[in-house]
Nanobody
Framework: QVQLVESGGGLVQAGGSLRLSCVAS????????MGWFRQAPGKEREVVAG????????DYADSVRGRFTISRDNAKNTVVLQMNSLRPEDTAVYYC????????????????????WGQGTQVTVSS
């Protein structure tokens, strides 16, 4: 079965950096777009970043654009979210997800476009 396993979360001071990784198994990783989402307490899950199956296109939420970078290594079945200049409002559980459609033509930004989800990793940014 498909498994997505996130790692790299933790506690960091405002202005610091974290690098989240997500390793996928049970699917042909290189065929599917991948995304990172987050959910803060009392809030809905929101998209953070997405990357096309080929790695040639990315997209970001306005709140993280210029601070976060999504990338993928199809040889290692891994998608990475590099988070710099972290703010307290970035505190949330972060989830990676894999797209529903192989070789999708666009970068997915809606949670309904994703089929499988990881268990999440906690990111806490202190002020």
């Amino acid at each position: 079965q498909v498994q997505l396993v996130e790692s790299g979360g933790g506690l960091v001071q405002a202005g610091g950096s974290l690098r989240l990784s997500c390793v996928a198994s049970g699917l042909t990783f290189s065929r599917y777009g991948m995304g990172w989402f987050r959910q803060a307490p009392g809030k809905e899950r929101e998209v953070v970043a997405g990357i096309k199956w080929s790695g040639t296109e990315t997209d970001y939420a306005d709140s993280v654009r210029g601070r976060f970078t999504i990338s993928r290594d199809n040889a290692k079945n891994t998608v990475v979210l590099q988070m710099n200049s972290l703010r307290p409002e970035d505190t949330a559980v972060y989830y990676c997800a894999s797209g529903k459609v192989a070789y999708a033509s666009d970068v997915h930004s809606n949670s309904k476009q994703y089929a499988y989800w990881g268990q999440g990793t906690q990111v806490t940014v202190s002020s």
